[in-house]
């Protein structure tokens, strides 16, 4: 009888990095977690610290593990295993992670970004399982995307494909971090919800909203709006057919463009659920062609917090067969 196989996951963010001993059939045996520190040399020494503690609680042989597969929030080169800059933290610029990584554990290490990983988690093992053409977005701070294309992560001619945040949508609109003019992000990001809601709110004082918030506007937050819209709240109802149509306008063009049978939306911003999706459909019926809403499902993402060990998982997996074929 064949011996299970495992494959070390981890998910560097901005603010936390998450391990996790993953078996080739997306079961997590074990987690660890710790804060990510501002020093480049710090989280990598406390990523290998942290990946032979996984080994020796959970007593795998080394020769059971496929390798380590890697997520981080921020642009990456997953062909040469490089990471081109760290969102938020400094000193991170064109580090070659998955050789440094490599060469202290003897282990096969791929990386790419944290999207990318989420996408290939949600393709095999969550809401977009079945599906051979897809896009993937994560709403948030801000928005990402990935894209799969006949069943493969369509990554693009530099490896920053599916960047639909910064598709967009507004002619002579806000000027965006990226130094573009009108991106999508700019009025789908939390920062954005909430503003969009204050403005709402000037001048009234009986809002559910206010209550909610215990009048102190700086408690506000999509979470708190989202509450408010399912129990029939007009203004954050208006603020979510906002986001809705913001959304709707990017996924159709992006539907009109790619003919997929599934969108996958995830992130904090996506736990609003139908209040905000109701609208997204909308909008992206009204804003495409039938052939191309034939069959075409929008969802909410299934994997939640553990979509980025999953598809670190998956993302090793598929490497190794890439490297084989």
Known sequence: MARSKYIIAVDIGGTNTKLGMVSTNGRILRTTSFPTCRRRGDVIDRVIKEAYGLVNSTHIRKRDILGIGMGVAGPTDHSRGLIHHF???????????????????????????????????????????????????????????????????????????GEIGHMPINVVGRKCNCGG????????????????????????????????????????????????????????????ADTGLHLGVAIAASVSLINPERVVIGGGVA??????????????????????????????????????????????KLSLKERME
């Open 87 to 161: 969102v938020n933290v400094p000193g991170w610029r064109n580090t070659p992670l998955a050789r440094i990584v490599r060469s202290r554990t003897k282990l096969p290490t791929f990386i790419d970004n944290d999207v990318n990983v989420m996408t290939i988690g949600e393709l095999y093992f969550g809401a977009g399982r079945g599906a051979k053409n897809m896009i993937c977005l994560t709403l948030g701070t801000g928005v990402g995307g990935g894209v799969v294309i006949d069943g493969r992560l369509h990554r693009g001619s530099n490896l920053v494909a």
């Open 181 to 240: 003019i009108g991106c999508m992000e700019m009025y789908v990001g939390n920062k954005y919800i909430v503003e969009n809601a204050l403005r709402r709110l000037k001048g009234k004082k009986n809002s559910l909203i206010l209550k909610l918030i215990g009048g102190d506007r700086r408690k506000l937050t999509p979470e708190v709006l989202a509450i408010a819209a399912r129990r029939g709240d007009k203004t954050a109802n208006a603020v979510w």
């Open 271 to 316: 736990g609003a659920g139908e209040v905000l999706f109701k609208h997204i459909r909308k909008a992206v019926e009204n804003r495409t062609m039938k052939e191309h809403r034939h069959g075409l499902r929008i969802v909410r993402a299934k994997l939640g917090s553990k979509a980025g060990l999953v598809g670190a998982m998956q993302l090793v």
